[in-house]
């Protein structure tokens, strides 16, 4: 097993991921829509929160652990819903469920992933959260639904910011695709890969697994990126979501609020949780960045509901911040990518380890003992966002 000790941070993995992982899946994982200007100011404007050290009190005995949903979590941290994870290392979406699972944090699939709900379901033990793209063709979105609770999924994420596709340049120019064309472009990058290769020649998970086979007329690559194209709906909206929670009867979480309107009416329709999230920076290009939008949605619908957020979280400070804001949780994307595409299961294992580590630390320095009682006390300026 490969030693990850000298791995200290974040931006380790994210070293190790752009040398390991083919150039357009990486790209695919590191990168915002049109200029990246809400990419970049996900992870800057955690920076402008600044920390109120405290000192001489007693914090031997540290508390990390809180719920989520009413189920307990190591950490307030679940693994977001990731496009083609599968990618970034074979088999991924396997390997990350089970470092989840065995770390103790939720693990969220994508309907975008390589490995199937049915593959998850089979290779990890704990039950994990299904992420929904409301695609036209409403008669695969119920046999989706249905597929998800027979893998015993104990939430259903409805993703609501994707109802068309931000321009992502880099995804354009790297004629992304999956698996990669046999481009002369691609051949001499995935020479390069030797490692990626070799793993991924072990598999035989390499499209999109929960549709091809699933999805009316799709059954290679061609189809797939025809039928793809033309399935995201511009005319998702609020009532559409009673259809999905008629079919799925269980726990939703709703992800892609940015604005306290629509968090309010979000508590109208009975989201059990909302994630604050902007896409991370894949959509709209320009808007705010996710944790300036926390404050504001915290306020806006109290404790009706959970109040989660992603979007620009590498480090365990990060974490704190957002959970000083009033979030009671976060999701990491690109932060636990990285660590797959660098080394796998144990890749995530470790960070998921320093994560916990230097929250943990960091909370012990602004003088608390317990995540649980955590607030905007903690921060010298919580109100830097303020509209």
Same mark, same amino acid.
Request: charge should be neutral; aromatic fraction near 8%; include cysteine.
């Given at each position: 097993?490969?030693?990850?000790?000298?791995?200290?941070?974040?931006?380790?993995?994210?070293?190790?991921?752009?040398?390991?992982?083919?150039?357009?899946?990486?790209?695919?994982?590191?990168?915002?829509?049109?200029?990246?200007?809400?990419y970049r100011s996900n992870e800057s404007d955690f920076q402008r929160l600044l920390f109120r050290q405290r000192v001489a009190v007693n914090i031997e005995s540290r508390n990390l652990q809180t719920t989520?949903?009413?189920?307990?979590?190591?950490?307030?941290?679940?693994?977001?819903?990731?496009?083609?994870?599968?990618?970034?290392?074979?088999?991924?979406? &396997?390997?990350? #469920? +089970? *470092? @989840?699972?065995?770390?103790?944090?939720?693990? $969220? =699939?994508?309907?975008?992933?390589?490995?199937?709900?049915?593959?998850?379901?089979?290779?990890?033990?704990?039950?994990?959260?299904?992420?929904?793209?409301?695609?036209?063709?409403?008669?695969?979105?119920?046999?989706? &639904?249905?597929? #998800? +609770? *027979? @893998?015993?999924?104990?939430?259903?994420?409805? $993703? =609501?910011?994707?109802?068309?596709?931000?321009?992502?340049?880099?995804?354009?120019?790297?004629?992304?695709?999956?698996?990669?064309?046999?481009?002369?472009?691609?051949?001499?990058?995935?020479?390069?890969?030797?490692?990626?290769?070799? #793993?991924?020649?072990?598999?035989?998970?390499?499209?999109?697994?929960?549709?091809?086979?699933?999805?009316?007329?799709?059954?290679?690559?061609?189809?797939?990126?025809?039928?793809?194209?033309?399935?995201?709906?511009?005319?998702?909206?609020?009532?559409?979501?009673?259809?999905?929670?008629?079919?799925?009867?269980?726990?939703?979480?709703?992800?892609?609020?940015?604005?306290?309107?629509?968090?309010?009416?979000?508590?109208?329709?009975?989201?059990?949780?909302?994630?604050?999230?902007?896409?991370?920076?894949?959509?709209?290009?320009?808007?705010?960045?996710?944790?300036?939008?926390?404050?504001?949605?915290?306020?806006?619908?109290?404790?009706?509901?959970?109040?989660?957020?992603?979007?620009?979280?590498?480090?365990?400070?990060?974490?704190?911040?957002?959970?000083?804001?009033?979030?009671?949780?976060?999701?990491?994307?690109?932060?636990?990518?990285?660590?797959?595409?660098?080394?796998?299961?144990?890749?995530?294992?470790?960070?998921?380890?320093?994560?916990?580590?230097?929250?943990?630390?960091?909370?012990?320095?602004?003088?608390?003992?317990?995540?649980?009682?955590?607030?905007?006390?903690?921060?010298?300026?919580?109100g830097i966002f303020d509209r």
């Amino acid at each position: 097993m490969e030693d990850l000790s000298k791995v200290t941070c974040t931006a380790d993995f994210q070293k190790l991921a752009r040398r390991r992982v083919p150039r357009m899946f990486y790209d695919y994982a590191d990168s915002g829509s049109w200029t990246e200007s809400t990419y970049r100011s996900n992870e800057s404007d955690f920076q402008r929160l600044l920390f109120r050290q405290r000192v001489a009190v007693n914090i031997e005995s540290r508390n990390l652990q809180t719920t989520m949903l009413g189920e307990p979590v190591r950490m307030p941290v679940a693994i977001a819903p990731t496009g083609l994870t599968g990618m970034q290392h074979a088999d991924g979406e &396997i390997l990350a #469920a +089970r *470092a @989840a699972h065995n770390f103790g944090v939720p693990f $969220t =699939l994508s309907t975008m992933s390589v490995c199937s709900l049915e593959d998850i379901a089979e290779h990890t033990k704990a039950p994990f959260w299904f992420q929904l793209y409301v695609m036209r063709d409403r008669e695969y979105i119920a046999a989706l &639904i249905e597929r #998800a +609770r *027979a @893998a015993n999924c104990s939430a259903l994420v409805i $993703t =609501l910011d994707l109802q068309v596709l931000g321009q992502r340049h880099k995804d354009i120019k790297n004629g992304l695709s999956t698996p990669p064309k046999p481009t002369l472009m691609n051949l001499l990058n995935l020479a390069t890969k030797p490692r990626w290769c070799n #793993a991924m020649r072990k598999t035989s998970r390499r499209s999109f697994g929960n549709i091809v086979g699933h999805a009316k007329g799709v059954s290679d690559l061609t189809s797939l990126s025809t039928w793809t194209a033309e399935q995201f709906d511009p005319s998702l909206s609020w009532d559409d979501l009673e259809w999905i929670k008629e079919r799925w009867g269980g726990k939703i979480i709703l992800k892609g609020i940015m604005e306290a309107d629509d968090a309010r009416r979000a508590v109208d329709v009975g989201a059990d949780a909302i994630i604050v999230s902007n896409h991370g920076g894949r959509q709209l290009d320009g808007a705010p960045s996710s944790i300036s939008a926390v404050p504001h949605i915290v306020d806006a619908v109290g404790n009706q509901t959970e109040v989660w957020m992603d979007g620009g979280v590498r480090s365990g400070q990060d974490i704190l911040r957002a959970v000083a804001l009033g979030a009671q949780s976060t999701f990491i994307g690109r932060t636990f990518l990285y660590a797959l595409g660098a080394a796998g299961e144990a890749g995530v294992t470790r960070a998921l380890q320093l994560l916990e580590n230097e929250l943990s630390i960091s909370m012990g320095f602004c003088g608390r003992s317990d995540i649980n009682n955590v607030d905007r006390s903690v921060l010298i300026n919580p109100g830097i966002f303020d509209r």
